[in-house]
């Protein structure tokens, strides 16, 4: 059974650092890329981050220049450096495949940016 499992997220100031790191538990065989989403109170969950298995990156436009996404395809794991945070990166942060797969998801890991 494929599923990721999110963990690192935390309690930050505005302006602090937090690095979130998926671990996918199975094999996904073939050409995939990943994504990192997140979900706010009240609202849609959201694409944050992707990165092909080439290594090519996309962002959205409320976090390019603060988020780093990055992949290690041999250990099938993937991080998000998240720098400069602001309240409005308050959410859920999840890991799944770009187009998503609704049996892979996780539980997700909180983050709050509060002074």
Not at 71 to 89: E, G, N, Y
Not at 94 to 102: A, I, K, Q, S
């Amino acid at each position: 059974q494929v599923q990721f499992v999110e963990s690192g997220g935390g309690l930050v100031q505005p302006g602090g650092s937090l690095r979130l790191s998926c671990v996918l538990s199975g094999t996904i065989v073939g050409i995939y890329t990943m994504g990192w989403y997140r979900q706010a109170p009240g609202k849609q969950r959201e694409l944050v981050a992707s990165i092909s298995s080439g290594g090519s990156t996309n962002y959205a436009d409320s976090v390019r220049g603060r988020f780093t996404i990055s992949r290690d395809k041999a250990k099938q794991t993937m991080s998000l450096q998240m720098d400069s945070l602001k309240s409005a990166d308050t959410a859920v942060y999840y890991c799944n495949l770009l187009p998503t797969r609704n049996a892979y998801w996780g539980q997700g890991t909180q983050v709050t940016v509060s002074s």
